[in-house]
């Protein structure tokens, strides 16, 4: 992977980059938790999942898309999701299993995609169903926040469980298919990620409920 100190100044790649900064202010003002405050953190959340959808506008429109970019955008979206959620499950008891769902998802991707990067010498660019997820992850996150707690969050939370195994999946067989030629092997490998997202749902819905 070819990278030049130059793209990082690119519109969209910096777009991508405050996306993990605006994070830490909306880390802060879940810990606050004053009226105040959460118009604020409302706002900071509104402002970054707006980049998420503004850094790939801009990187097509502008002709900037870069391996850099490609990489900076899903790190991006799981460093600042991580924080996120984490900070909610500490400070105002947020969903456990969702979490732990998307961090076991974001685990299997980044090992899978740093075989993919080996084999192929450039990052698999996020697809459509990963940049669902997000959005879902994030208006959760936001109806949460806001104290909304009714039909229309578990509408959002349940898509939010779906979208994270339905984009784990699509992610997984573009990596078998990068990773493997023998269709075999392409079985075997399925079949394991199957079992692995089994035995973690099991152990997760044995310790916490989903809802």
């Known amino acids: 992977m070819k990278v030049q100190i130059r793209e990082f100044f690119y519109i969209s790649n910096l777009l ?11 880390a802060y003002y879940i810990r606050l938790n ?16 707006a980049t998420d959808f503004l850094d790939g506008y801009f990187s097509r429109k502008l002709n900037q898309v870069t391996d850099l970019g490609i990489l900076l955008d899903p790190i991006a979206d799981k460093i600042s999701m991580a ?6 499950i500490v400070y105002r008891d947020f969903s456990i299993p ?18 993919t990067i080996k084999k192929q010498e450039s990052p698999v660019m996020a697809n459509f169903l990963g940049k669902i997820n997000t959005c879902l992850l994030a208006f ?13 969050f578990t509408f959002f939370l349940i898509a939010s469980y779906l979208s994270i195994f339905i984009s784990g999946f ?32 099991y152990l997760t819905g044995s310790n916490y409920a989903f809802i």
Do not use: H, Q, W
């Open 170 to 201: 699509s992610y997984m067989k573009v990596g078998e298919a990068l990773l493997f030629t023998d269709v075999r092997k392409r079985y075997v490998f399925r079949a394991a990620v199957v079992l692995l997202t089994i035995a973690v749902v």
């Open 140 to 152: 959760t996150a936001i109806l949460y926040m806001a104290n909304v707690k009714n039909e229309v």
């Open 34 to 49: 004053t009226p105040d405050g959460n118009v604020i953190l409302l706002i900071l959340c509104v402002i970054a999942t």
């Open 83 to 88: 924080i996120i959620l984490i900070s909610l």
């Open 16 to 26: 991508s980059i405050s996306r993990v900064l605006f994070a830490i202010p909306i």
């Open 98 to 115: 969702l979490t732990i769902f998307l961090v076991y998802r974001d685990l299997l991707i980044v090992l899978v995609g740093s075989f």
